[in-house]
């Protein structure tokens, strides 16, 4: 499966707990970016990263959220202590290009259906 | 705050018709326009994109610009059942990497 592959599919998770959400790119993409999906609601933009780096993070709530895109590894987006307002599709999308390097076609991973209970 | 806005509909068309989905976009400095179809319960999928002004035809699909106005449209001719999805309008700036998507258009293509 050359795509981007994201799992879990569906995590459920009591509040206050931690919820880790795994991304691994197209083959030979290096640009991974977060997007929230809230129910009946567009796409947020969360976080950019490139390998061993963050981007920009800007679309990313100031505290409990972190991710990261390690040398080796798929991209990890951590929820701490989640809260039932964290329940939503969160996806990731991949690039060849970043940038200033032209159209970015991203192409998005399954998702993950995090439920907070 | 950049914006882009579509029309939530739903927009129904008979079958064979032609389906004209609609963007505007608040941001003069943009530069790539994307199309993507989604599924209930399903991912994004990528229909094309465009960057210049005119249109740009890729099968049934045709994606209009007209950045004077801030206007992309999406065109889907021959329409079919399974086009029924919601269409997601997304605008990139060159110099930048985020993408910023409208809430969606959801078609119905009646049989």
């Known amino acids: 499966n050359a795509g981007v592959m994201q799992n879990p599919r569906h995590l459920v998770r009591r509040r206050g707990q931690e919820a880790r959400l795994r991304c691994s790119p197209m083959k030979g993409h290096s640009h991974v970016y977060w997007y929230r999906q809230l129910p009946e609601e567009g796409l947020k933009f969360m976080v950019y990263?490139?390998?061993?780096?963050?981007?920009?993070e800007s679309g990313m709530p100031k505290e409990r959220f972190s991710a990261e895109f390690p040398k080796e590894g798929p991209s990890i987006l951590r929820i701490q202590q989640v809260v039932r307002g964290d329940s939503a599709a969160y996806f990731c999308a991949s690039s060849l290009q970043g940038a200033g390097q032209g159209v970015n076609e991203q192409f998005f991973g399954p998702g993950t259906r995090l439920t907070v209970l | 705050q950049k914006e882009v806005e579509q029309n939530s509909g739903p927009l129904s068309v008979p079958e064979g018709a032609i389906a004209s989905l609609n963007c505007t976009y608040s941001?003069?400095?943009?530069?790539?326009f994307f199309w993507y179809r989604q599924y209930s319960g399903k991912s994004p999928e990528l229909i094309m994109f465009?960057?210049?002004?005119g249109d740009k035809e890729d099968g049934r699909f045709t994606a209009q610009l007209n950045k004077a106005s801030q206007y992309v449209s999406l065109l889907i001719r021959d329409s079919q059942p399974s086009d029924s999805a919601t269409y997601l309008c997304a605008v990139s700036d060159s110099g930048t990497y985020k993408y910023i998507f409208g809430t969606g258009t959801r078609l119905k293509v009646l049989a």
């Open positions: 941001d003069r400095g943009s530069q790539s």
């Open positions: 990263l490139q390998k061993e780096n963050i981007i920009d």
């Open positions: 465009i960057y210049s002004n």
